[in-house]
């Protein structure tokens, strides 16, 4: 197979997600267990952040890693949770060891995303990389509002683990699990017998001519949805037991064999079905993985799926209603965006495309961020409640990380599409629509790596009463310019409302940081 523009990019993607990966294998290390050691007559515990606080309507799908990314190197040798670092003792390095395998895990599905993008746009034309545009918001997004069952179960096990309750915590990992191939198979059906009604709502009256072959994608990729949500759950679950090790490696099989598979589809095929087929086993094959190594884990007789009673289901269902209507209310936002852009026709749908996966490439950093904060506030607020001083120190320190891994991010996505736009497209226009918007999306970038860090601030101080008023508001505020008369026209002026939809959150979340802090230590929530 020739070195294409196309295998480029999957090169350069593996290169992005093997870097932070590489930090696990020096967690992992003698020096890193050393450090992760209880104390001497201290016993251990199984801390959970006080920012997994599920009836905030601030909580999002990356809670789910937050709660259990508390000891560098995931795996202790006897499975036993160790305790975070001293708040005193916050350092750069200590808070790089816990971003990097955070995102490790969570980059890879949007590289996934862009891969695709890639080998589309450069092999099959404009007019399928368009079509991508519709097909990944459906399918993608009808799977993102059901990371409520991940984010909901690990809250429900990481208490159950805390409490002692192994065959407790097997049992709700193992409902969870079904409750996720039955929300999978739903999607799966939805998608094949409402997709061409479903897709052409999406692209819009100007982009009808993009939904056969984004049909096409849609139909094979609803195949994996099952796949999808119970792999999140395997995830989820193996977190609670601080093992980090095997979502990685689940995360590095499905990045290989997607990124050879497309490829080697696409490149056969010339169609974005192959892209598709690429996708689905490589979804498949990471689900299996993860059921295979609960299975080797497992400490009772009890199946890796069982249907839930009711009260369990009540039960899930107080953790997750609140997720869930938080994840719709952030789909609203981006498919409104996507919507706005398809009434311009294919060309700025392609654009969009390949726009918002690099967007979500990038957005991976933020939440890395927010959950590094989520993970050492705790601390840090419980000894200013010894002490009654105020650590600004460490505040600003964790606020200062985000807002440079944020203009890092930023950098780079605005390089992207811009630079790099041959990676994504032979079509003149396309690419210097990409270059155009290019500057809009390095700020939505940076704004969200802001609001992200401020939120995971907000979460751990359990301020979630300002959190659920800010989303409301915001999103309806948003959702209700993207409907009305003065929707934009154009597609940097689509990507603008994105930017000020994350801008209003960084400003308001930061100034209610900062609101927070500068109060007496007693008087905090």
Not at 15 to 28: K, R, T
Not at 174 to 182: K, V
Not at 254 to 267: D, K, M, P, Q, R
Request: charged share 10%; aromatic share 8%; with cysteine.
């Amino acid at each position: 197979m020739a070195f294409t523009p196309s295998v480029a990019a999957a090169a350069a993607a593996l290169v992005m997600i093997l870097m932070p990966s590489m930090s696990v294998s020096l967690l992992v290390s003698p020096l890193g267990r050393a450090a992760s050691q209880p104390r001497p007559g201290h016993r251990r515990t199984a801390p959970i952040a006080a920012a997994s606080n599920p009836d905030g309507f601030g909580v999002s799908e990356r809670t789910s890693v937050a709660l259990q990314i508390m000891v560098p190197g995931g795996e202790n040798g006897d499975g036993a949770p160790a305790d975070p670092p001293s708040p005193t003792s916050l350092r750069p390095g200590t808070l790089l060891r816990f971003v990097a395998p955070t995102l490790a895990l969570w980059i890879a599905p949007p590289v996934m995303s862009l891969i695709d993008t890639s080998v589309v746009g450069r092999i099959c034309g404009a007019t399928e990389l368009a079509a991508l545009s519709p097909a990944c918001t459906l399918i993608d997004g009808s799977a993102y509002l059901f990371f409520f069952i991940a984010t909901a179960a690990t809250n429900l096990v990481a208490s159950a683990r805390a409490a002692g309750d192994v065959r407790g915590a097997e049992r709700t990992t193992a409902e969870a699990t079904f409750l996720a191939i039955s929300f999978g198979v739903a999607l799966t059906a939805v998608t094949l017998a409402f997709g061409r009604s479903l897709l052409s709502a999406i692209a819009g009256a100007s982009s009808l001519a993009v939904v056969p072959a984004a049909l096409r994608y849609s139909s094979v990729r609803a195949l994996g949805q099952p796949a999808v949500l119970a792999a999140s759950v395997a995830r989820a679950a193996a977190l609670t037991d601080k093992d980090t090790r095997g979502p990685l490696i689940s995360v590095a099989i499905a990045f290989v064999l997607n990124a050879i598979g497309t490829v080697w589809l696409v490149h056969r095929t010339g169609s974005i079905v192959g892209a598709a087929v690429g996708t689905t086993v490589a979804d498949y094959a990471a689900m299996i993985y993860l059921f295979a190594r609960m299975a080797r884990k497992k400490t009772g007789a009890l199946p890796l799926v069982v249907v839930p009673t009711l009260p369990a289901l009540r039960r899930f269902a107080k953790y997750a209603a609140p997720i869930f209507f938080t994840l719709l209310g952030k789909s609203v936002v981006y498919n409104g965006v996507g919507l706005s852009v398809g009434r311009l026709g294919p060309t700025a749908l392609a654009a969009h495309q390949v726009l918002l996966r690099s967007f979500f490439f990038w957005t991976p950093v933020g939440d890395s961020v927010g959950m590094t904060s989520q993970v050492f506030l705790p601390g840090i607020l419980e000894e200013e409640r010894k002490t009654g001083r105020p650590a600004t120190g460490a505040k600003k320190l964790l606020y200062g990380l985000g807002v440079v891994a944020g203009g890092l991010a930023a950098l780079l996505a605005g390089w992207l599409p811009s630079g790099g736009s041959f990676l994504f497209t032979k079509d003149a226009v396309v690419a210097a629509a990409l270059k155009q918007t290019a500057p809009v999306l390095a700020v939505s970038v940076l704004w969200h790596a802001i609001a992200l860090t401020t939120e995971g601030m907000l979460l751990a101080l359990q301020d979630l009463k300002f959190l659920s008023v800010s989303y409301v508001v915001t999103t309806v505020a948003t959702a209700a310019f993207l409907l009305s008369p003065y929707r934009p026209a154009t597609l940097g002026a689509a990507w603008w409302i994105l930017a000020l939809f994350q801008g209003s959150r960084a400003i308001q979340f930061s100034l209610r940081a900062v609101w927070i802090s500068g109060r007496p230590v007693k008087d905090a929530p």
